[in-house]
């Protein structure tokens, strides 16, 4: 299976340019693998290039979770990170993202400074 970098995925969710995003769904097509990296890259460009809330970033990872084209990595621990951030949208995604990989791979807790992040089952406070 294909991958798609950063660059397609916000083509695909933000549709900011015509020719781009009718490239980014011809590749897309035939099936693409998105990485828990590519993932976290996009959703920063959403909220912090384009501005959007966070009701926003999780709407959209929710539609990658859902596409019918796209494959993403580990999409039961993205999604348990989605959970999680849409309960707390004052978290980022990807500090979500990073403690739900940690508690599929059996390393908890995760060692943090981070107080709303240290607040989460599985986290830890240093």
């Not at 781009?20 to 769904?25: D, K, L, P």
């Not at 951030?85 to 995604?93: D, N, T």
């Not at 940690?102 to 986290?123: I, M, Q, V, Y």
């Amino acid at each position: 299976m294909r991958a798609v970098d950063t660059n397609v995925l916000v083509r695909l969710l933000t549709r900011d340019d015509v020719r781009q995003v009718a490239a980014a769904e011809a590749f897309v097509a035939r099936g693409a693998w998105v990485s828990h990296l590519v993932l976290v890259e996009a959703m920063w460009v959403l909220s912090s290039v384009y501005d959007r809330a966070p009701r926003d970033t999780a709407t959209a990872v929710e539609m990658l979770l859902n596409h019918k084209d796209l494959t993403v990595q580990d999409s039961d621990v993205v999604a348990a990170a989605l959970a999680r951030f849409s309960k707390r949208p004052s978290l980022s995604f990807s500090d979500c993202l990073v403690l739900e990989v940690a508690r599929k791979a059996g390393h908890l807790p995760l060692g943090t400074f981070d107080r709303e992040l240290s607040r989460l089952d599985g986290a830890q406070r240093l």
